[in-house]
């Protein structure tokens, strides 16, 4: 049996799922302002259901959502609440680990918005608020090469494992890129040649992940590297190239959590071994996965 780790699921549609305090712009946020019960909550149900690595719920815990004078106020605070929930609840399970989330300073899927010294400035913040409480790091929705520089240059002084995870355009192609238009052949290029080796794709569909993974490993085996892959979809439906994430939520689909499964098969069949959810896979789609990994081990 390959290795396969257990990530968990969309911390935003859980906490609207289990009657957390959720609405535009503030998203998962509202819940670490008004209820942090309820993330306490969320987290655990996904541990519950299987995860082995659980990220925490600093997502929203940028301008973008927060606003501009609430992010100087509280958003460093926040974060650092995000990560000792995540952190406290870990504590009583001695084999789950609490990735710190480093989200998209700009906003999700907006690689035109992107400023690279102020993505630089929020990145150290959520950084500096969360490292006392993380055992790893994890880059989320990265939507072009520069983003990922960028996070890079903040997570390099850092002695915990760091994985960049790649949002990808909602199309299936031959060639499959990322929301940029930058190819993944490209964008896995460039992480290498910046010496890291551990690489995501999530919140997009999952019809598209397939075709992500198998760029990733023949771009690694054409230069002969090792590199640790994964994947975490959303159960949304196809995000527009201008988006705009705080004027509506993003309708959902209706993936069960067997059509999951099927997908995250094929994923690992191609060489992924970290699985999970993003937007809208919630605990059921992890506990199948769980039982799944329970069945490989037999």
């Avoid at 031959?174 to 930058?182: K, Q, V």
């Avoid at 992924?272 to 990994?293: F, Q, Y």
Wanted: charged residues 20%; glycine residues 6%; aromatic residues 8%.
């Amino acid at each position: 049996m390959k290795p396969l780790t257990l990530l968990d699921g969309g911390m935003g549609r859980e906490l609207k799922r289990i009657g957390a305090p959720f609405s535009q712009p503030l998203w998962s946020a509202q819940a670490l302002i008004e209820s942090p019960q309820h993330v306490t909550h969320a987290h655990q149900r996904f541990i519950d259901a299987g995860a082995e690595v659980i990220i925490t719920n600093s997502y929203a815990c940028v301008p973008f959502h927060l606003g501009e004078e609430r992010y100087r106020q509280q958003g460093a605070q926040l974060a650092h609440l995000a990560a000792k929930l995540a952190k406290d609840v870990s504590l009583k399970h001695p084999n789950v680990h609490v990735a710190g989330c480093l989200p998209p300073p700009m906003g999700s899927y907006r690689p035109d918005l992107f400023d690279k010294q102020r993505a630089e400035d929020i990145y150290q913040t959520l950084y500096s608020a969360q490292q006392d409480h993380v055992d790893l790091w994890m880059v989320e929705t990265l939507s072009s090469i520069e983003e990922f520089q960028s996070a890079q240059t903040v997570l390099s002084s850092s002695t915990l494992p760091s994985y960049y995870a790649f949002s990808l355009q909602d199309t299936i192609k031959e060639a499959a890129c990322i929301r940029s238009g930058e190819t993944v052949t490209d964008a896995i290029q460039a992480v290498i040649n910046a010496g890291e080796s551990k690489f995501l794709f999530n919140c997009s569909m999952p019809e598209v992940m397939l075709q992500a993974v198998v760029d990733a490993k023949l771009c690694a085996a054409k230069q002969g590297k090792e590199i640790e892959l994964g994947v975490y979809a959303n159960n949304f439906t196809a995000i527009d190239p201008d988006h705009q994430a705080n004027t509506l939520f993003q309708a959902e689909r209706s993936v069960s959590p067997d059509e999951y499964l099927r997908f995250a098969q094929q994923w690992y069949d191609a060489g992924a071994t970290i699985i999970g959810g993003c937007c809208g896979i919630g605990p059921e789609h992890i506990k199948r996965l769980s039982e799944w990994k329970a069945s490989l081990a037999s």
